[in-house]
């Protein structure tokens, strides 16, 4: 028998919660609990997490309850039942942090994570080196036949060492890029994959299934994008070193748009980092920034090419000066 998924025991432990919390409650229920408690210890764990949860938004609960029966008619005699606050407060913390955080989730599920403005280096029992970038997650697989990475966010250089024996390959998306001694990058983006060859060769893949026949072989200063649902592309020459400089501590924008330094910014900043504007597209920054140091690069942003930056709890905003001047901007 399959034994329940996280998710299913967390749901479970809610609603066992809920239920020994209501007024109709009897003993028939508390000895049904009793019996699926007493399954194993992570049906215990799960409702412990269940009871830590709930009195994270107790307290705000209560009082978003009170305010809603205050704005009631007098006349009214119905009230809002402050669990029913409870739960929804728990389900906008919940999908607000999300928002604001959007590889929670891949972090929690990995073998191997970064957070936003932090990288790491590790080497594998093989040998083989990697650096994950800010705000990335990598499952790790190592078998006598082979080795397997699945990289479920960020981007990843691997600098793999060569084992007759033994394949490597790095799967992200549709993606699959398989190898035997080199040094390459792949990067999971908000659209597809991209793979970026700075030594060897690197034969990438459409899917996962080793059955595809679409195939390319790159070999240095090549790189090639797999978007969502679309065909491989062309691999195209590129400076590698130069694109991979975020693997030692750097990151180069040349006539780079607004949008991409957005998303370089994402990896670095907690919260999330949206630009706004129309001709946002028309502002480019070039420079030589270190990989930890985000106040640098919006800096630049607003001495360079004038562009209005303002922090807010969890966001943080990025507006052309045309746009800035039409739109109210959120004061700090």
């Given at each position: 028998m399959a034994l329940p998924s996280q998710e299913t025991?967390?749901?479970?432990?809610?609603?066992?919660?809920?239920?020994?919390?209501?007024p109709s409650a009897n003993e028939a229920d508390r000895r049904d609990f009793e019996a699926w408690l007493a399954r194993s210890e992570r049906h215990a764990e799960a409702y412990a997490e269940a009871e830590r949860l709930w009195q994270a938004v107790e307290a705000p609960a209560r009082l978003l309850a009170e305010r809603e029966a205050s704005a009631r008619p007098a006349s009214s005699h119905q009230?809002?039942?402050?669990?029913?606050?409870?739960?929804?407060?728990?389900?906008?913390?919940?999908?607000?942090?999300?928002?604001?955080d959007p590889g929670l989730f891949d972090r929690w599920m990995a073998d191997l994570t970064t957070a936003p403005g932090h990288s790491q280096q590790v080497t594998l029992e093989d040998g083989t080196r990697l650096f994950l970038d800010a705000d990335s997650a990598v499952d790790i697989e190592m078998t006598d036949v082979g080795r397997q990475l699945t990289l479920r966010r960020g981007r990843l250089w691997v600098d793999v060492t060569h084992e007759p024996t033994r394949s490597f390959s790095v799967l992200a998306g549709e993606a699959r890029a398989e190898v035997l001694g080199t040094r390459f990058a792949v990067e999971r983006r908000a659209g597809g994959v991209r793979v970026t060859v700075e030594e060897g060769r690197v034969a990438v893949s459409h899917g996962q299934g080793g059955g595809s026949t679409e195939q390319e072989v790159l070999g240095a200063d090549q790189m090639i994008e797999l978007q969502r649902g679309a065909a491989l592309g062309v691999p195209s020459e590129i400076d590698a070193r130069g694109r991979l400089a975020w693997a030692r501590g750097k990151l180069l924008f040349d006539q780079t748009a607004l949008d991409e330094v957005a998303v370089q910014l994402e990896r670095m900043l907690p919260g999330r980092v949206v630009v706004s504007g129309d001709e946002a597209g028309a502002y480019r920054l070039s420079g030589s920034f270190p990989a930890h140091d985000p106040d640098a690069i919006l800096d630049a942003l607003e001495t360079s090419l004038g562009i209005t930056v303002r922090r807010l709890p969890g966001v943080t905003w990025l507006a052309s000066p045309a746009h800035a001047t039409q739109q109210t901007v959120p004061s700090l």
């Open positions: 025991l967390d749901d479970e432990a809610m609603a066992w919660f809920l239920r020994l919390r209501a009230s809002w039942p402050w669990a029913a606050a409870a739960c929804l407060l728990l389900t906008l913390l919940l999908g607000f942090g999300a928002w604001r």
